[in-house]
Structure formats: structure tokens, C-alpha cells
């Protein structure tokens, strides 16, 4: 399917987009390790980030959420690739499972773990808040909800703060997920 919105050229943007466009480029998620570049040969954003130009302060606003859901939360890099897997593989984010498959790699999760995350099957997971983690993010994918038990299971291993702050993170991206899906993003 083609993509529904053209991705825009840096020469056709307005200030507030041009603002946006280089806070983005400048970026963590930009300038750290990515399986592709976040803006493409031409310059235009790759991904979810070229819908953000669409209207900047909403665009800002998101991308400041994802900023702190990705990188200043209190999960290890592994929960937080475990978690982020979770939702693109239920969504079905090819996006998202591309850049986040390189990222759980690089942070020390095997072929074998991120394959069962894709499949949903057990995941061999030897931290007891790695395995909450995953388990949490496949109900409140699969449900939109945590069951008691689970809630007090999760709430047990991480802490009502990391819980929080994955209830956050798992919103955040599938509504990431959903921009991509309706958009057509594919690259």
C-alpha cells in the first residue's frame, strides 16, 4: 500500500515544522544507533516522524512523551526493548519491530527471545522484572487492561512507579503504531 501522506522535503517546510524537523535531527533517537538513518537521502523523516511535521506543537508534544518513554524511564534497556517489542509485534508495526529488533539486539537479547516475543511464545527470561515486563505489556496489548493478578504480579516486581511508566510506554507506542498503520507508513 502506498503512503497516504507524501513525506515532506525540508525546502517545503514552514518555520514551526523547520523547528521541529531539526530538534528531531538533533536528536537522541537520530544520532544514536538505528538500523536506518531517521531522514531518508533526500532529507525527509522516515517513520512516524514526518506525520509529527503535520502539525509541530502536536508533533513536539509526542515526540517529547516518546523522548522520555525511551530514554529516561527507570527500565533497563533490555525491559524497555522487551516492552516496546511486545506492542510492534502486536500491532504489527513493521516499523517499529525493524528499529527495535536492532536496539534488543544491542542490548544483549538473543535471536531466540526476540523471536518469541514476535510469536508470542514463552520467552526464556531469567530477570524476574524482564519477565514482568513482557508479561504486563502482552495483557495490556491483548486487553487494553491488567487483570488483578496481574496488576499486583507486575505492581510485586517492578514497582508501582516502572508500572506507571509502562502503562505509558506501551500506549505511546501503539498510538505510534496506529499513525504508522493509518498513514501507510512503511520505511
Same mark, same amino acid.
Given at each position: 500500500?502506498?503512503?497516504? +501522506? ?19 535531527? &538533533?536528536?537522541?533517537? #537520530? ?8 531522514? =531518508?537521502? @533526500? ?20 515526540? /517529547? ?21 511486545? +506492542?510492534?509485534?502486536? @500491532? ?18 538473543? /535471536? ?13 527470561? =531469567?530477570?524476574?522484572? @524482564? ?7 502482552? @495483557? ?8 488483578? &493478578?496481574?496488576?499486583?504480579?507486575? #505492581? ?13 510506554? +506501551? ?6 503504531? #496506529? ?9
Amino acid at each position: 500500500m502506498p503512503a497516504r +501522506v507524501d513525506a515532506l522535503r525540508p525546502a517545503d517546510l514552514t518555520a514551526e515544522q523547520r523547528e521541529l524537523y531539526d530538534r528531531l535531527l &538533533d536528536s537522541t533517537r #537520530a544520532t544514536g544507533s538505528r538500523p536506518f538513518p531517521l531522514a =531518508d537521502g @533526500e532529507g525527509r523523516l522516515r517513520g512516524p516522524f514526518n506525520g509529527m511535521l503535520l502539525s509541530p506543537e502536536l508533533g513536539n508534544a509526542l515526540q /517529547e512523551l516518546g523522548n522520555v518513554v525511551r530514554y529516561r524511564t527507570g527500565f533497563t534497556t533490555r525491559q524497555k526493548e522487551l516492552a516496546i517489542l511486545a +506492542v510492534a509485534a502486536h @500491532e504489527r508495526s513493521d516499523y517499529e519491530w525493524a528499529v527495535h529488533h536492532h536496539a534488543a539486539l544491542q542490548a544483549g537479547l538473543t /535471536e531466540d527471545q526476540i523471536s518469541a516475543v514476535h510469536t508470542g511464545a514463552p520467552c526464556p527470561l =531469567d530477570d524476574p522484572a @524482564e519477565a514482568a515486563v513482557l508479561a504486563a505489556t502482552r @495483557e495490556l496489548t491483548a486487553t487494553g487492561d491488567l487483570t488483578d &493478578d496481574a496488576f499486583a504480579v507486575a #505492581a510485586g516486581a517492578l514497582g508501582l512507579t516502572r508500572l506507571y511508566e509502562l502503562i505509558t510506554l +506501551v500506549g505511546y507506542y501503539r498510538l505510534i503504531a #496506529a499513525q504508522l498503520r493509518v498513514l501507510r507508513v512503511t520505511d
